[in-house]
């Protein structure tokens, strides 16, 4: 080729115009509200000189604006392509809010649109760096029919291939329901928000005053409403919080999830774990403690920590093996279950389940959260979400009793009738109907309202309702768990039930879906 002639001139024009489209000054904007650029977050998330970048060149739609103006800018406000993290392949698309806010106009959409159906057909993940006012006002109904679109290739690929939405500045109006559907949702302290209708709609139609913080800011949604999955003080911690978290997943739902090497620090039999569960019944105790002396050492990464805390979520290595692990935590409401648990189990089982991760349940609840406000916000119907969930995995289940087994939330908690594999329980565990106290109240009221010491006396059946009733060798001895086990042991039975469960074959009925009860 003729280097000095008109083709590769109009070739080297291109490259220089897209070149000064990312300017300094540019950039000086996103960084002065503490964000980073497109291309700035693109280099941080994919190994280095990998990402190839598709419909570099592409312009905005050419239909008549009636109303404000389109920037005729190259790529449209948003960049898309492919590359490796951690050398495994991913596609991408990260929206510029230099251009035009980052909103979404018909060409946008369908640039999304086509790696989004690249993804699916690789069978790699995919990742969207969000950061756009919403549809394109300018482009009407045509923007509208963009979002559909990604819609729908969001839940066609949904259990399919992972995905997962890094909200880095605002997400407005539609723009909220693409992270909605996807499988998790990280986001940024004081530079991100999510709402479908902003502050200045808020006080036009409802006259409160609100800030974009206190309306959909990371902390919220991680905190109250759930959407947040994980949260980072800054971009570069978020995006190296992301390429950690996606080393424990598979690429896609045929996929096993990568194994890595054991450094084998913590002890097939380890004596630690027989000191966690306080002699006192009524005492708590941080079931993570419990978690990081069963798993591989600094490998648990937990998920929707500031959500519904009852109910511990996440992801975790054993002997180099990715596993999804939920646990009670007795620190908090003493483990229960309710309405934001129980949803926050639920979706976490499934995507275990959809992606060939096993897992191993630790159970300690003394049922489900009483309450007038639970039972009219519908305990019953989120509730069984978590059992529906549990049933319906095929993956290897494994549950270890550490201490409070009762009622209906003993059979939530993947027992065996349910569809658990391996169900073990520490000395310490209790399971019953409902817990000694409720269960003495009830079946000796006349005995302790005509006591003459009717403290002493409930003592005393407390006392005779644990050693005859609850404690576990009599679950044992039914068969409905496998085996009482010494806590020192958990991790070498776990180790060995995923081992002896590794080629697990569940064959499901015939049938379009289930219908969970949402």
Not at 301 to 324: C, D, Q
Request: aromatic letters at 8%; charged letters at 20%; hydrophobic letters at 40%.
């Amino acid at each position: 080729m003729d280097l000095s002639g008109k083709h590769y001139k109009a070739f080297t024009e291109r490259q220089e115009a897209i070149k000064k489209q990312y300017s300094p000054e540019q950039a000086a904007k996103q960084h002065s509200k503490g964000k980073l650029t497109a291309w700035e977050r693109i280099d941080l998330l994919f190994d280095s000189g990998t990402f190839e970048e598709i419909d570099a060149f592409v312009t905005p739609a050419g239909q008549p604006v009636e109303f404000g103006k389109v920037e005729k800018s190259f790529g449209d406000g948003v960049i898309v392509g492919h590359g490796k993290v951690n050398g495994r392949l991913v596609f991408a698309y990260a929206q510029d809010f230099t251009i035009m806010g980052g909103s979404l106009g018909i060409v946008h959409a369908k640039k999304i649109a086509k790696i989004q159906e690249m993804a699916l057909k690789m069978g790699s993940p995919i990742i969207g760096l969000i950061d756009s006012g919403g549809a394109r006002i300018q482009e009407g109904v045509a923007s509208l029919s963009g979002y559909a679109t990604i819609f729908q290739n969001i839940i066609h690929s949904s259990g399919i291939i992972p995905q997962i939405s890094v909200i880095m500045g605002p997400a407005a109006g539609g723009a909220v329901y693409s992270p909605a559907l996807t499988d998790f949702v990280f986001m940024t302290n004081h530079t991100s928000y999510m709402f479908v209708t902003g502050p200045n709609v808020v006080k036009e139609v409802l006259n409160e005053e609100v800030t974009f913080d206190q309306l959909g800011g990371a902390e919220v949604h991680a905190r109250s409403s759930g959407v947040a999955h994980m949260i980072y003080d800054d971009e570069e911690n978020t995006i190296l919080a992301l390429k950690k978290f996606l080393s424990y997943l598979p690429s896609n739902n045929v996929e096993n999830p990568p194994v890595v090497a054991d450094d084998g620090t913590i002890p097939d039999i380890n004596p630690k774990l027989r000191d966690i569960i306080p002699d006192d019944p009524y005492k708590a105790y941080d079931v993570k403690d419990v978690i990081t002396q069963i798993v591989d050492r600094n490998s648990f990464l937990e998920i929707s920590e500031l959500f519904a805390p009852s109910l511990v979520t996440g992801f975790a290595r054993l002997k180099g093996k990715t596993i999804g692990v939920v646990a009670n935590q007795p620190k908090v409401l003493a483990g229960v279950l309710d309405i934001n648990s129980s949803t926050k189990g639920a979706r976490f089982i499934r995507f275990c389940d959809a992606f060939n991760i096993p897992l191993l349940t630790l159970e300690d609840v003394p049922g489900f959260l009483p309450g007038v406000d639970q039972e009219h916000s519908g305990i019953i119907r989120h509730g069984a979400k978590m059992l529906f969930a549990y049933s319906e995995a095929t993956v290897p289940k494994i549950t270890v009793i550490l201490r409070k087994a009762y009622g209906g939330a003993f059979i939530v908690m993947n027992s065996k009738n349910l569809g658990g594999d391996f169900s073990f329980a520490w000395p310490t565990a209790e399971i019953a109907v409902m817990g000694p106290d409720g269960a003495v109240a009830i079946l000796y009221r006349r005995e302790l309202a005509n006591s003459k010491n009717p403290d002493e006396l409930k003592k005393e059946l407390v006392k005779k309702y644990r050693d005859k009733v609850a404690n576990p060798f009599i679950a044992d001895e039914s068969g409905y768990i496998d085996e009482v086990i010494d806590p020192a042991v958990t991790r070498k039975k776990i180790a060995s039930a995923l081992s002896a469960l590794n080629n697990k074959w569940v064959k499901v009925p015939s049938r379009k879906h289930g219908n969970m009860p949402l």
